[in-house]
Structure formats: structure tokens, C-alpha cells
């Protein structure tokens, strides 16, 4: 049987794009992607899923205490029944509840080396702090800010006359290469987690 993800977003949804380029191609094999949903209505992913037949739903987060929402959320992962669920620019903390409900089996994507710059502007907070290395982190989702253990992360040198801009994107052309190649390692369970380190079976950081 397929090996399922969700992926949740709230916006532009490359990530989920490039999720569904490695499956369309086979680097993400015997897996599909089974929900998206998106917790803004008009979030452009929701209609780059449905162009790919895909579906998606947007379940609004307007108004809703946090906990509320997140058991709606739960509800409708729990009809299809995911592997792995997938942040994807999702602008939530998600809930203990959400995180127990699913724990070990969520993964998000940050623009940064964590644990430096968490949070909102991730690559603007790198070049207002005068770093050379920026970078994306792909990790387990725990009850805090960008914070569970990490998968597997890349790093991009910073230029002198980087803007947030051209540094997000060439931070992004990394985060599409490591988020599906994350999300397989975890999928084919080719990894262990010792304390906080997320120890890869090839022993080379990046194979699994
Ligand atoms: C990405 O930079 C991701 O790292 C961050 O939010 C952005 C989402 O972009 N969490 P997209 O919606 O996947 O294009």
C-alpha cells in the first residue's frame, strides 16, 4: 500500500509542489499525497492542488482558539488516514493536542539553520544579524516554535548584496530539494532518534 502524507499551508505552497514533483518522478516512491488543507481561504496551494487533483480543503482558523481549530483539523486528517503530515508555510503552532495526536510523524520546513532565526522572516533575521551561512532545516514538529529534532538541513552561503529576496530564493531552491528527500527517509523509517539527534541509517548526513 502507498505510504500517505497530508501537507498542511496557509499560502504560495512550493513546498507542497515540490513534494508532489519528487512523487510525480518517482524520487518519493510508492507514496501519494492524500489532503491539503490550507487554514486561509484563497491560499494560491489549495488551487495548486485541485489543478492536480488533489483534494484539498480549506478549514479557516478565523476566530478559533487554537485548540478548537486543531481538533477540526485532526477530524478531517483522521478520514483519510495520513503517514506523515507535512507543514508546508503553515502559519500555526500547532496544539498538544494536535502534536500527541500525530506525534513522530510531523515534519516542517524552516528558512533557516536552526536553532538560529525561528519564527516569522527567517532570512531577513540571518541578514540583519550579519551571518555568512544561511540555510533550511527540515524537522519533527514538537509543542514549541521550531524546535523538534532535525532531519536533515542545507546550507546557503550569504552574498554582500543578498536581499531578503534573492536569499529566500535560493534558500528555497533547498528547501525543495530536502523536503521530499526528508520526508522519504522518514516514510521508509531509515533513520533513528537518540535525545534530540535524528541519526540517519547510511550514516551519511543527508542518505538515507
Ligand atoms: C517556506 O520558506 C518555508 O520554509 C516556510 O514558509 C515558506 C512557505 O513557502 N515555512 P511555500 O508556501 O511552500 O511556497
Given at each position: 500500500m502507498k505510504k500517505r502524507i497530508a501537507v498542511l499551508l496557509s499560502g504560495r505552497g512550493s513546498n507542497f509542489e515540490a513534494l508532489a514533483d519528487s512523487i510525480a518522478a518517482g524520487?518519493?516512491?510508492?507514496?501519494?499525497?492524500?489532503l491539503v488543507v490550507s487554514n486561509r481561504e484563497g491560499a494560491p496551494g489549495i488551487e495548486k492542488a485541485r489543478q492536480r487533483g488533489i483534494p484539498a480543503r480549506v478549514i479557516p482558523s478565523k476566530g478559533l482558539e487554537r485548540e478548537a481549530y486543531d481538533r477540526l483539523v485532526v477530524a478531517a486528517l483522521d478520514e483519510v488516514n495520513p503517514d506523515l503530515v507535512c507543514l508546508a508555510g503553515f502559519m500555526r503552532l500547532l496544539s498538544p493536542y494536535f502534536v500527541e495526536r500525530f506525534r513522530g510523524r510531523i515534519l516542517n520546513i524552516h528558512p533557516s539553520l536552526l536553532p538560529a532565526f525561528p519564527g516569522l522572516e527567517a532570512q531577513r533575521q540571518a541578514l540583519e544579524h550579519g551571518v555568512k551561512f544561511a540555510g533550511c532545516t527540515v524537522h519533527f514538529v514538537d509543542e514549541n516554535l521550531d524546535a523538534g529534532p532535525i532531519v536533515l538541513q542545507a546550507v546557503v552561503p550569504i552574498r554582500d548584496d543578498d536581499t531578503p529576496d534573492t536569499l529566500s530564493a535560493r534558500i528555497l531552491d533547498e528547501e525543495h530539494r530536502i523536503y521530499p528527500e526528508a520526508a522519504r527517509i522518514v516514510l521508509e523509517g531509515h533513520y533513528r532518534i537518540e535525545g534530540r539527534r535524528v541519526i540517519l541509517e547510511s550514516g551519511e548526513p543527508g542518505k538515507a
Amino acid at each position: 500500500m502507498k505510504k500517505r502524507i497530508a501537507v498542511l499551508l496557509s499560502g504560495r505552497g512550493s513546498n507542497f509542489e515540490a513534494l508532489a514533483d519528487s512523487i510525480a518522478a518517482g524520487r518519493l516512491p510508492d507514496t501519494e499525497i492524500v489532503l491539503v488543507v490550507s487554514n486561509r481561504e484563497g491560499a494560491p496551494g489549495i488551487e495548486k492542488a485541485r489543478q492536480r487533483g488533489i483534494p484539498a480543503r480549506v478549514i479557516p482558523s478565523k476566530g478559533l482558539e487554537r485548540e478548537a481549530y486543531d481538533r477540526l483539523v485532526v477530524a478531517a486528517l483522521d478520514e483519510v488516514n495520513p503517514d506523515l503530515v507535512c507543514l508546508a508555510g503553515f502559519m500555526r503552532l500547532l496544539s498538544p493536542y494536535f502534536v500527541e495526536r500525530f506525534r513522530g510523524r510531523i515534519l516542517n520546513i524552516h528558512p533557516s539553520l536552526l536553532p538560529a532565526f525561528p519564527g516569522l522572516e527567517a532570512q531577513r533575521q540571518a541578514l540583519e544579524h550579519g551571518v555568512k551561512f544561511a540555510g533550511c532545516t527540515v524537522h519533527f514538529v514538537d509543542e514549541n516554535l521550531d524546535a523538534g529534532p532535525i532531519v536533515l538541513q542545507a546550507v546557503v552561503p550569504i552574498r554582500d548584496d543578498d536581499t531578503p529576496d534573492t536569499l529566500s530564493a535560493r534558500i528555497l531552491d533547498e528547501e525543495h530539494r530536502i523536503y521530499p528527500e526528508a520526508a522519504r527517509i522518514v516514510l521508509e523509517g531509515h533513520y533513528r532518534i537518540e535525545g534530540r539527534r535524528v541519526i540517519l541509517e547510511s550514516g551519511e548526513p543527508g542518505k538515507a
